[in-house]
């Protein structure tokens, strides 16, 4: 059974920065992935990362602001936030699967942790 656990969520002001924990337990998988859903929203693909050679790939919006990672010796990944906007507020989710090419797709992934949320005040 898979088990993904989010943790690093909270409240900032805009400017500032946060970094989310992912904890995977049980099968590993190829890619981790982060995404995010705000209020009245679709969930939208945020980052991934692959773990054999840590390929990584960023959403336009979060390109140069955000960094994931992934140590696979602790079966955990991260999202580093910077510079965050109002507009990064949502809950932001990790994800996991043998994702190959379609790692922006939300529907690609089978494995779903409960989410964190994110607020960025103005």
Do not use: H
């Amino acid at each position: 059974q898979v088990q993904l656990v989010e943790s690093g969520g909270g409240l900032v002001q805009a400017g500032g920065s946060l970094r989310l924990s992912c904890a995977a337990s049980g099968r590993t998988f190829t890619t981790m992935g982060w995404f995010r859903q705000a209020p009245g929203k679709e969930r939208e693909f945020v980052a991934a990362i692959w773990s054999s050679g840590g390929r990584t790939y960023y959403a336009d919006s979060v390109k140069g602001r955000f960094t994931i990672s992934r140590d696979n010796a602790k079966n955990m990944v991260y999202l580093q936030m910077n510079s965050l906007k109002p507009e990064d507020t949502a809950v932001y989710y990790c994800a996991t699967d043998n994702v190959a090419f379609a790692v922006r797709v939300t529907s690609a992934y089978e494995y779903w942790g409960q989410g964190t949320q994110v607020t960025v005040s103005s």
